[in-house]
């Protein structure tokens, strides 16, 4: 099958299957893949003109919602949170968009740059992993309720968010969660990734929420900054006639296929997976994706 804005010939079984595969792992760690299928069109299909950051962003869109409603469903998203990522990174993602057009057209210069910013984290998220393997691991019991998992008491002021997750209360400040989505969605938008696959390891190495509750609020800010990052290449596309902008939909409805199957199952599965695999599963796909772009492997 030929897909003319990446100008490559594959398998139509190929982008919903790899993109099954990714989703159903990082999902569990509220990232929803697209960090980790930009490397694959890149370097496995040679799809690296700044289309790809915008068909990563229809990616999002198409696969995100099936794990975002199985988080609504299982109480376990933060509402307060959630909408805070949303007001800072969407100016981040405006801004991202276009310094990827403008300054990191270049394949090159693209992959140094994302890898630096995913090396910092994922060597931020190794060592919080390690500081943690001393603490015994929590079992579920044979009567372990999904009841239980709920976030209740979630309270949004100017200062402070706070809710509470298993009889325990997490507090963040406001400030700094808008501070850090709007770094993060600038990051997002050049990357193509909505910013969930940054966000959500700092989250739980910065702020040391439960990797549990900050699954579904990183997936819902990445999936309405994503709509705006495919609404903004789609618009300014006909400003660039000599560069191949807009999204491969085609493309990109293939994977968001498979990534929705995944990132389903991912949701479902979540609970029942210990913290610290999931933590080591979005640390080796984040180094991974950094060695790779630093051209190591």
Not at 100 to 123: H, M, N, Q, W
Request: proline residues 7%; glycine residues 10%; charged residues 10%.
């Amino acid at each position: 099958m030929y897909f003319p804005v990446a100008d490559i010939e594959i398998s139509p079984w190929l982008p919903p299957l790899v993109a099954f595969t990714i989703s159903l792992f990082t999902s569990m760690g509220g990232v929803s893949g697209a960090f980790m299928l930009l490397p694959f069109q890149v370097s496995a299909l040679n799809f690296n003109s700044p289309a790809v950051s915008a068909t990563n962003h229809l990616f999002n869109i198409v696969a995100i919602p099936s794990g975002v409603i199985r988080y609504i469903r299982e109480g376990r998203m933060v509402w307060p949170l959630t909408w805070t990522v949303v007001i800072g990174t969407l100016p981040g993602v405006f801004i991202g968009s276009i310094v990827r057009i403008k300054f990191l057209p270049d394949p090159e210069a693209f992959k140094r740059f994302a890898a630096l910013v995913l090396l910092y984290i994922g060597i931020r998220l190794i060592k919080d992993i390690f500081k943690r393997t001393s603490m015994p691991a929590a079992k579920i019991p044979r009567n372990h309720s999904p009841q239980t998992d709920k976030v209740t008491n979630q309270q949004f002021s100017l200062s402070t968010i706070s809710f509470t997750f298993k009889k325990e209360e997490f507090q963040v400040a406001s400030i700094s969660i808008i501070g850090l989505s709007l770094v993060v969605g600038i990051v997002g938008g050049i990357y193509g990734i909505g910013g969930g696959a940054i966000i959500a390891p700092f989250f739980v190495t910065f702020f040391g929420l439960p990797v549990y509750t900050v699954a579904g609020a990183a997936l819902m800010g990445t999936l309405i900054t994503s709509v705006a990052g495919v609404a903004f290449f789609q618009i300014i596309a006909p400003f660039y006639p000599y560069m191949v902008i807009a999204p491969d939909w085609q493309l990109g409805l293939l994977f968001g296929l498979g990534g929705a199957a995944g990132m389903y199952c991912g949701a479902r599965l979540q609970r029942f997976v210990p913290a610290p695999f999931i933590k080591s599963i979005l640390a080796f796909a984040i180094l991974f994706t950094a060695v790779r772009y630093l051209g190591i492997m």
